[in-house]
């Protein structure tokens, strides 16, 4: 399929576990990036990519791993999956950069329901 | 830092009702601004935007515009339609952080 893809896309787990949660993009694009959502904080930057082996961290890194062998792939692992990591997981690539003042548009997938017991 | 602020939600309206959905931010400089809309089991789509003040940003009957004085990029449109239900987030951007607001769930009737 073409464009932006998760998974899985629920994924229940328990405490101390090691997660990986799966993105994979067919443009092309340079940019990755992972957020997470919960109620009340909109939406919260946990790692980008702007290229394949280039990553850098977002507002809330802690706790997380990513890695980018390949464009279209940008995998986040929870190394020791805890309660507060129970979130939705939203990942998006985007064509042209990071600079948003341009008014790039950044391109979502459908997101990872992660509950951590 | 960068924040943003949206009214509370849910907003509910029946069909053909005028919406407005409020959103103020503060950021260093001028930045860009967005509107993202989340439909039931989807991703974020970006619905428009505005790069400059008082730009007027459209798309599917919605509309927004940046102004500057008020720091502000309200969201309108002038007749939901029950296929206009989701969340509705505002964003500023600016050369290196895209900032989200919390969302407001627009729910509409018939």
């Known amino acids: 399929d073409a464009g932006i893809t998760q998974s899985p896309r629920y994924k229940i787990t328990e405490t101390g576990r090691q997660v990986t949660l799966m993105c994979h993009q067919t443009w092309s694009h340079s940019y990755m990036f992972w957020y997470r959502q919960d109620l009340g904080h909109g939406l919260r930057l946990i790692y980008y990519s702007a290229a394949a082996d280039i990553t850098d961290k977002g507002e809330v890194p802690d706790g997380y791993v990513v890695s980018r062998s390949k464009t279209e792939n940008f995998p986040l692992t929870l190394e020791s999956a805890t309660r507060s990591q129970t979130s939705v997981y939203f990942c998006?690539?985007?064509?042209?950069?990071?600079?948003?003042?341009?008014?790039?548009?950044?391109?979502f997938g459908p997101g990872t329901r992660l509950t951590v017991t | 830092g960068n924040s943003v602020t949206q009214m509370e939600g849910p907003v509910t309206l029946s069909e053909e009702a005028f919406l407005t959905i409020n959103c103020t931010y503060t950021a260093t400089g001028y930045p860009s601004l967005f509107w993202y809309v989340q439909y039931p089991g989807e991703g974020l789509q970006l619905l428009l935007k505005a790069t400059k003040a008082d730009d007027k940003g459209s798309n599917k009957g919605f509309e927004a515009t940046y102004r500057k004085e008020t720091t502000s990029f309200h969201l309108e449109k002038g007749s939901v339609q029950v296929s206009d239900s989701a969340v509705y987030f505002c964003s500023t951007g600016t050369a290196s952080k895209l900032t989200f607001g919390t969302g407001t769930r627009l729910q509409v009737t018939l």
């Open positions: 998006a690539s985007s064509e042209s950069g990071y600079n948003w003042l341009k008014g790039d548009e950044q391109y």
